[in-house]
């Protein structure tokens, strides 16, 4: 299976906002009702909002590619993009999904090595993320990567509040 990792750019916008939809539909939509999820998906990947975070220097995009087929994506932040308030010596995994049939073949693990890879070239000390307290798989994939608990804050999916558990990695 060849892979590759690529950085997105403006020219990428619809097709962000496709796997955007698609990825968080697989993984949610049993857990919350259509209303809810779609309010979500409304507000969080409108291309306006797509475009605005994607000119935001400190935010980046990446898109893992299966031959030429996007998988999954991965998306970053540092500074004042944190969806957090965690210092400069941070970078936050605001998001890192991939197509359920691309599942279990690395794909996260890839991702996830890019996030580190940019944090260790920016210097930071820690990656940190929030992970939905009842996606246990995910949870388990973050442990086995070397990130604990340090924390939890709301996330809403429409008008519905849930609970990300805040799990860190110190890199140094």
Request: proline content about 1%; glycine content about 6%; aromatic content about 12%.
């Amino acid at each position: 299976m060849t892979m590759t990792i690529k950085e997105c750019t403006i020219e990428d916008l619809r097709e962000l906002q496709s796997i955007s939809v698609e990825t968080f539909t697989e993984t949610f939509k049993h857990h919350n009702s259509a209303e809810h999820l779609n309010a979500y998906l409304e507000k969080a990947y409108n291309l306006n909002k797509l475009e605005q975070e994607l000119a935001n220097p400190s935010s980046q995009f990446f898109f893992v590619y299966i031959y030429q087929e996007v998988a999954g994506y991965l998306k970053i932040n540092t500074g004042d993009a944190q969806s957090e308030v965690m210092g400069d010596d941070s970078l936050e995994v605001e998001r890192i999904y991939v197509k359920k049939k691309f599942q279990k073949h690395g794909l996260g693990k890839n991702l996830m090595n890019k996030a580190v890879e940019v944090a260790k070239e920016q210097k930071k000390e820690k990656i940190w993320l929030g992970v939905w307290e009842e996606n246990e798989n995910a949870i388990e994939f973050y442990k086995k990567k070397g990130f604990f608990q340090t924390g939890a804050h709301s996330f809403y999916m429409g008008d519905d509040e849930q609970v990300d558990l805040i799990m860190t990695k110190i890199l140094y």
